[in-house]
C-alpha cells in the first residue's frame, strides 16, 4: 500500500473513531441528566406524600427527611410554570429544586449530600421539606462510572480493528490507484468483430425499414397509411399489427372529431346567419314597420333559443368525456318516473294522444335526473317525428333481471340503413325534416352517454311510415349491488 493510500485510511480511520468517542460522551452526559430528572421526579411525588405527615397538627419525624421554617422565600428553589400542572397537587405552589453542599472534599462526598427540598408558604412562613438523595445518586454514580469506562475500553481496544476493518473495504480502490496503467493490446488480424457489428447494424435496419418508413410518413392528412406486413421480419411482425391496430383507432377518433367540429360549425352558422339577416332586415325596415320589426324580434329570440340549446347539449357531451358529469346513483322507483314524465308530456303537448302502461317494477339503481333527462329526450323525439293526433305510447315492463322503459310512437319511422348511426352525435337520417323540427342531432347521443353511465342498453325497433320503439333497459337494483 502506498503512503498516500494508507495516510487516508488512517484519516478515515481516526474519523471514525472520534465519531465513537463523541457518541460515546454524549451517552454518558445524556444519562447523567436523565438521571437526575427521574431522582427529582421520585422525590418530589414522595416529599408531596409525606408532607401532610411530616408538618402537620402533629409532625412525625421520618427517617431520611428533614423539616425547617424560614422567614423568607426559599431562593434557590426553582418552579417551572410550564410544568407546574404536572406536579402533586399538594406542592404544586411550591418551590423545589436539588441542593449541593460546594464545599464537600472529593466527588464522593459531593454525591453523598445531594437533597432534595420543597418549600411552601404557610401562615406568613415559609415550610420546607428536604429528602435525602445521595444514596440513591452514589449508586447511580457507580452505574454511569462502569458504563462509561466500558464505552471508553470500547473505543480505545476499538481503533485497531476500525483500521483493518477499513482498510480491507478499501482495498480495491486502493489496488486501482496504486496499479500502473495498462495499455491493451492491438488487435490481431483475425479480430472481425467490426465487421460482424456492421453486418448486425445492416440486419436491424433492413428489420425495422418497413415500420419506420411508414412512421415517418404518417400526419394528421395521412393517418389511413399501414405498414405491410409481408414486408416485415417475421420477429417484427406482431409490432406492426399493434401499431397498425394503434393507427385505425387514431384514425377513427380523429376522424370523429373533425366531424364534430365540422357538423358543430355548421349548426351554429345557421342561426347566426339567420340572426344576421334579421338585424339587416331590423336596421332597413325595422324602425318604420312594425310588423317587421316583431317578425325580426320572433325570429331572433327563436335562433337565439336555438343555440342556446345546441350550446348546453355541447357542454353536456363534454363535461361526459371529461367524467365531470355529477352523478350519483341510488334506488329509483321507476313506475313514479315514468309516470311523472307522461303527466309533464300531456301537459305541455296536446296535439298527441296520450297512453300509459306500467306494471309494479322493481326498483333501479339510477341518477335519477339524468334517467329522467334520457326519458324526456326519447319523448321529445316522439312528439317531432309523429304527426298530430296520433298516439304515443309509454311503457313500462321487466324481466328476470331488467327493468324496461319504453316510448313508442306511431311516426314516420326509420330505416335500417340509418339505426346503426343514430347515436352518433349530429347524425341525421333526413337534415331538412330534422330543421324543421328545430332538432339538433345531439339529443339521442346525450341519452346513449347516460344509459351507457348506468350500466344498460337500448332495443330500438324502427319502421319506416308505421313508427318507432324505443326501450332504455336497466338492471334491476338487486341486480347491480
Not at 115 to 137: A, C, Q, R
Not at 244 to 269: K, T
Not at 344 to 372: F, G, P, R
Request: hydrophobic content about 40%.
Amino acid at each position: 500500500m502506498s503512503n498516500r493510500s494508507s495516510t487516508f485510511v488512517w484519516k478515515l480511520a481516526s474519523y471514525w473513531n472520534w465519531k465513537r468517542f463523541c457518541t460515546a460522551v454524549g451517552t454518558m452526559f445524556g444519562s447523567a441528566v436523565l438521571t437526575f430528572i427521574i431522582v427529582g421526579i421520585t422525590a418530589e411525588f414522595d416529599i408531596a406524600r409525606m408532607f401532610p405527615v411530616l408538618t402537620g397538627e402533629n409532625p412525625t419525624a421520618v427517617t431520611g427527611y428533614t423539616v425547617s421554617t424560614e422567614d423568607r422565600y426559599y431562593d434557590d428553589g426553582y418552579n417551572p410554570k410550564v410544568f407546574e400542572r404536572y406536579f402533586p397537587e399538594y406542592t404544586r405552589e411550591g418551590r423545589r429544586g436539588f441542593t449541593f453542599d460546594v464545599n464537600a472534599n472529593g466527588f464522593w462526598s459531593w454525591i453523598e449530600k445531594i437533597e432534595y427540598k420543597v418549600s411552601l408558604y404557610n401562615d406568613e412562613k415559609w415550610i420546607s421539606v428536604t429528602k435525602y438523595t445521595g444514596d440513591t445518586f452514589k449508586i447511580a454514580a457507580v452505574i454511569w462510572l462502569l458504563g462509561s469506562l466500558f464505552e471508553l475500553i470500547t473505543w480505545f481496544f476499538g481503533m485497531p480493528g476500525t483500521f483493518v476493518s477499513v482498510r480491507r473495504r478499501l482495498r480495491p480502490l486502493t489496488d486501482l490507484t496504486d496499479a500502473p496503467p495498462q495499455v491493451a493490446p492491438a488487435p490481431t488480424v483475425t479480430e472481425a468483430k467490426p465487421a460482424l457489428r456492421v453486418a448486425d447494424n445492416s440486419e436491424q435496419k433492413e428489420r425495422l425499414g418497413a415500420i419506420s418508413e411508414v412512421i415517418a410518413r404518417i400526419n394528421a392528412g395521412s393517418l389511413d397509411m399501414r405498414i405491410d406486413i409481408s414486408k416485415c421480419h417475421p420477429d417484427l411482425k406482431s409490432l406492426a399489427e399493434a401499431i397498425n391496430s394503434m393507427l385505425e383507432r387514431i384514425d377513427e377518433a380523429y376522424r370523429l372529431q373533425s366531424r364534430f367540429v365540422s357538423d358543430a360549425s355548421h349548426e351554429l352558422r345557421t342561426p347566426i346567419a339567420v340572426i344576421q339577416g334579421y338585424a339587416s332586415l331590423m336596421d332597413r325596415w325595422g324602425k318604420a314597420d312594425p310588423e317587421a320589426l316583431q317578425e325580426s324580434i320572433s325570429a331572433v329570440r327563436s335562433e337565439a333559443e336555438a343555440m342556446k340549446q345546441l350550446v348546453e347539449q355541447l357542454l353536456f357531451l363534454a363535461r361526459g368525456d371529461n367524467a365531470s358529469i355529477h352523478y350519483k346513483p341510488e334506488a329509483v322507483d321507476a313506475k313514479a318516473l315514468t309516470e311523472e314524465v307522461f303527466r309533464e308530456s300531456q301537459m305541455i303537448d296536446d296535439k298527441h294522444v296520450w297512453e300509459l302502461q306500467t306494471a309494479d317494477v322493481s326498483m333501479v339503481y339510477a341518477d335519477q335526473t339524468l334517467l329522467k333527462q334520457a326519458l324526456r329526450i326519447l319523448v321529445d323525439n316522439a312528439t317531432k317525428y309523429t304527426p298530430a293526433g296520433e298516439a304515443i305510447f309509454l311503457k313500462l315492463s321487466q324481466d328476470n333481471t331488467h327493468v324496461k322503459l319504453t316510448v313508442q310512437d306511431e311516426g314516420i319511422g326509420m330505416s335500417p340503413e340509418v339505426l346503426p348511426y343514430i347515436f352518433d352525435r349530429f347524425y341525421r337520417a333526413d337534415s331538412s325534416r330534422d330543421r324543421k323540427t328545430g332538432g339538433t342531432g345531439l339529443g339521442l347521443s346525450i341519452a346513449k352517454w347516460i344509459v351507457d353511465k348506468h350500466g344498460g342498453y337500448f332495443d330500438i325497433l324502427s319502421r319506416e311510415g308505421i313508427g318507432t320503439r324505443m326501450t332504455i333497459c336497466l338492471k334491476k337494483e338487486n341486480n347491480n349491488q
